[in-house]
């Protein structure tokens, strides 16, 4: 039988990869199962969601040092040309 | 007369930042945003000879990747087979970043706030970072910032998955409650 009720250290490990996308279906099922009646873990859950979308903007507006790099070779070979 | 040069070799450093800022609120995906700023370096270079000097490097290199987007639109709607884009501009790839540079505005409008905004997000971000154990912070970037997959930061660390969780719980807890009290 499916186990429904997460215990709130496991409720934490699934928020956890659900911010990087990383948590099956199920799983998400019982997170947010979970939340409904765990105000801990809800605090918890809107606390990393909101770190999530922090990085994410922060992230969203740089191009990593890799692409910087490889842009940087492909203009350098398109001039060799 | 010309007031303005072009020089290549310092675009990636320059403006890719800029351009990159630019695509990913007209986009929202960071893949396309790459590829959109790649195409828009390529284009450019390939048509340097019809940069006049007229407007800023980059507001040629904006009004070239506009039209990328909008290029990139065109193909989404095509596939989807609805597309309806009138353009009346010179189509033939040879005269690109010919008629830009007259009739392009710099995007000023769009970015300034953001950009202020992000800086200080940015710095936020990283003093906290700069607050957490050696370990938890090299393990968070991995994983948030530089995209890593479990597997792979487990391979490199030599650490278990679980070993990971654990990590990564303790440094979004931490930053968590650092942003709150130099954040927000």
């Known amino acids: 039988m499916i186990k429904l009720f997460l215990p709130c250290e496991e409720a934490n490990h699934v928020c956890n990869k659900g911010q990087y996308k990383e948590a099956s279906f199920l799983e998400l099922i019982k997170l947010k199962i979970h939340l409904l009646y765990c105000n801990a873990c809800k605090k918890h859950s809107a606390r990393n969601t909101k770190l999530t979308e922090f990085m994410n903007k922060e992230n969203s507006f740089k191009l990593t040092d890799a692409a910087k790099k490889a842009l940087k070779t492909q203009i350098e070979k398109q001039l060799e040309q | ?184």
Not at chain 2, 37 to 56: Q, R, V
Not at chain 2, 77 to 90: C, D, I, L
Request: charged share 30%; net charge negative; glycine share 2%.
């Open chain 2, 1 to 184: 007369m010309p007031t303005h040069v072009i020089n290549p070799k310092s675009w990636v450093d320059r403006y890719s930042d800029y351009l990159y800022n630019y695509t990913i609120t007209r986009v929202s995906n960071h893949e396309i945003a790459q590829d959109l700023i790649s195409e828009t370096f390529l284009a450019g270079l390939k048509s340097m000879k019809n940069f006049k000097g007229e407007a800023s490097e980059r507001t040629w290199l904006i009004s070239i990747l506009k039209r990328k987007i909008i290029d990139h639109y065109r193909k989404i709607n095509s596939n989807k087979g609805k597309a309806e884009v009138r353009m009346n501009y010179n189509n033939e790839d040879d005269a690109e970043g010919d008629w830009m540079e007259e009739r392009v505005a710099d995007p000023f409008d769009k970015t300034a706030e953001d950009t202020i905004e992000n800086s200080e997000l940015g710095n936020a971000i990283q003093n906290c970072l700069k607050k957490l154990p050696e370990k938890q912070a090299t393990i968070f970037e991995m994983k948030t910032i530089l995209d890593y997959d479990t597997e792979t930061i487990c391979n490199e660390l030599n650490i278990t998955a679980s070993n990971l969780w654990v990590i990564i719980h303790r440094a979004r807890t931490a930053m968590a409650s650092c942003l709150e009290k130099n954040w927000l």
